[in-house]
């Protein structure tokens, strides 16, 4: 269950309350277009800025809408107490799986991730994904931690932040890492730049951004890649070149978020404040973006 | 009012709840010391970690013991709705001033910034402390937005993370910024082991971690600074530098939550988890430097 395609959807606001009727919109685009997952409440679903209610309400919706596609549900917390409080309501909810990054305000130590994760991972009954995404934990693994977190039991996954540059290197870090971890702890990539470059260094997951909205454009990719037509997936991953390139300028979700807004697949000003999203010269530059890549727009309703 | 030796007091948990009788000793001990405001639920006061509930709970908790001297009240949190609804609270409670830091998840912008101060200083009835702090919330101010941010109406203060190195920089430093800033926006120092510098430059305020547990100590230093005693400034400075260098190594939170332990202000494992807090080897060390400050310890129950 923890491989495959898993999208991350946004949580649309509209007017600063979670647009129910959009999200649950999304979530059927995904089905539809056949990812092997859903994980709501990431960094793309915005679950640091929601309250316990709304995080409880959308990983309702999510799960509800999903039908028999996975649900799996972000429960990252600053405090490990909040943490526990969104584990359990994504498990009332029916979550498959829980995913958690050691996010932080003040920095954290290699002890307190640990003791994060075994406090959840074992007051858990579904397993827990590990979120490794430095950017915004301020927190990075090194291989000791990933081999000690991994070792819990009710750990099922490990999501990393990409992979080295270059074919070969990308391949020894994911053979090193699983050597590091028990056979049962698949290995996903995350940042949609590195996703081709991960699948054909053979990780069993792709964590993606991307998926979430544009749907159809990432289950070619990962089609490609886990099939192992590593040039088909690095060509596909090229034609995107383009998206990778604003994520990198303005941050995935600014960008995956105008996108959405384009599409009509939500509202205007869809992002939490303070978060202003993409301004309009940004935003024209994207939509133009989007036309080259023949990935429609607000006429068309469609991804392609 | 913005002006002189705020002090930062924790907020202590004792099993996971927050500690209402140890966190009003705490304040008590400021008020007895003579700083000049006490401002609760800043980055030492776990504001970040906090429900809602819990943070106007403190806010109450502060203004009802502390008697005449001001309380501000941080409100920082990653959503400006949440901000409001901090400032609500704070404001009824009775908070003679909100500190507001940019903090973030997703990297925010420029704009990001200048329209959650606008918005917040715009529907607050008492001033806003501006809390530049880059290492929590990893937003940079430039000069052109501290200008813009400080000219807004409600704006009372700036709260800037220290001083360059060498006393020249340092004053042409805050001169450069009182030239930025409107004549009634006061410029404090933080980060303690840049007090005497930033005093010594002719800073207005010194925003105070160590001054919300060992005030004696900080009260010493901050009437030297600010009365122009700049050498005492220095020696009293230098003495405490084995404590900077522990927070320097720590952070500051976990040293000075095991200097409030030590000294039984607080109970055991006061910190929120997942924060751990200083292993034994760190606090042995931490005690050591305590008794050769003659900062005293749990026999003694005072600071000196």
């Given at each position: 269950?923890?491989?495959?395609?898993?999208?991350?959807?946004?949580?649309?606001?509209?007017?600063?309350?979670v647009?129910?009727?959009?999200?649950?919109?999304?979530?059927?685009?995904?089905?539809?277009?056949?990812?092997?997952?859903?994980?709501?409440?990431?960094?793309?679903?915005?679950?640091?800025?929601l309250s316990r209610s709304e995080r409880a309400l959308v990983?309702?919706?999510?799960?509800?809408?999903?039908?028999?596609?996975?649900?799996?549900?972000?429960?990252?917390?600053?405090?490990?107490?909040?943490?526990?409080?969104?584990?359990?309501?994504?498990?009332?909810?029916?979550?498959?799986?829980?995913?958690?990054?050691?996010?932080?305000?003040?920095?954290?130590?290699?002890?307190?991730?640990?003791?994060?994760?075994?406090?959840?991972?074992?007051?858990?009954?579904?397993?827990?994904?590990?979120?490794?995404?430095?950017?915004?934990?301020?927190?990075?693994?090194?291989?000791?931690?990933?081999?000690?977190?991994?070792?819990?039991?009710?750990?099922?996954?490990?999501?990393?932040?990409?992979?080295?540059?270059?074919?070969?290197?990308?391949?020894?870090?994911?053979?090193?890492?699983?050597?590091?971890?028990?056979?049962?702890?698949?290995?996903?990539?995350?940042?949609?730049?590195?996703?081709?470059?991960?699948?054909?260094?053979?990780?069993?997951?792709?964590?993606?951004?991307?998926?979430?909205?544009?749907?159809?454009?990432?289950?070619?990719?990962?089609?490609?890649?886990?099939?192992?037509?590593?040039?088909?997936?690095?060509?596909?991953?090229?034609?995107?070149?383009?998206?990778?390139?604003?994520?990198?300028?303005?941050?995935?979700?600014?960008?995956?978020?105008?996108?959405?807004?384009?599409?009509?697949?939500?509202?205007?000003?869809?992002?939490?404040?303070?978060?202003?999203?993409?301004?309009?010269?940004?935003?024209?530059?994207?939509?133009?973006?989007?036309?080259?890549?023949?990935?429609?727009?607000?006429?068309?309703?469609?991804?392609?």
């Open positions: 269950m923890f491989s495959g395609l898993s999208a991350f959807p946004l949580t649309p606001l509209d007017d600063d309350t647009d129910e009727h959009a999200f649950a919109g999304l979530i059927e685009r995904l089905v539809d277009a056949g990812v092997d997952s859903v994980t709501a409440l990431g960094s793309t679903g915005s679950g640091a800025y990983a309702r919706r999510a799960i509800l809408t999903a039908g028999t596609t996975p649900v799996f549900v972000g429960i990252s917390a600053l405090r490990t107490t909040h943490v526990l409080e969104h584990a359990e309501d994504a498990q009332d909810a029916g979550a498959r799986g829980l995913m958690l990054a050691p996010v932080s305000y003040q920095p954290l130590t290699p002890d307190d991730v640990y003791r994060l994760f075994e406090t959840v991972a074992g007051q858990s009954d579904v397993p827990v994904i590990v979120y490794d995404n430095p950017t915004t934990t301020r927190f990075s693994f090194d291989d000791d931690l990933y081999a000690a977190v991994g070792a819990l039991p009710g750990i099922a996954s490990l999501k990393i932040p990409g992979v080295p540059v270059g074919a070969e290197a990308a391949r020894a870090r994911i053979d090193r890492l699983r050597a590091l971890l028990p056979a049962h702890v698949t290995i996903g990539v995350s940042g949609d730049a590195h996703a081709a470059a991960g699948l054909n260094a053979g990780c069993d997951a792709w964590y993606s951004v991307i998926a979430g909205t544009l749907p159809a454009s990432a289950v070619a990719l990962a089609r490609a890649g886990f099939s192992g037509d590593t040039e088909e997936a690095r060509r596909l991953s090229s034609e995107l070149q383009p998206l990778w390139e604003a994520f990198s300028q303005h941050g995935s979700l600014r960008v995956i978020a105008a996108i959405a807004e384009h599409l009509g697949l939500v509202h205007p000003r869809s992002l939490p404040l303070p978060i202003l999203g993409l301004d309009d010269a940004a935003r024209a530059r994207l939509h133009a973006v989007l036309a080259d890549l023949g990935l429609g727009g607000p006429d068309t309703g469609t991804e392609r």
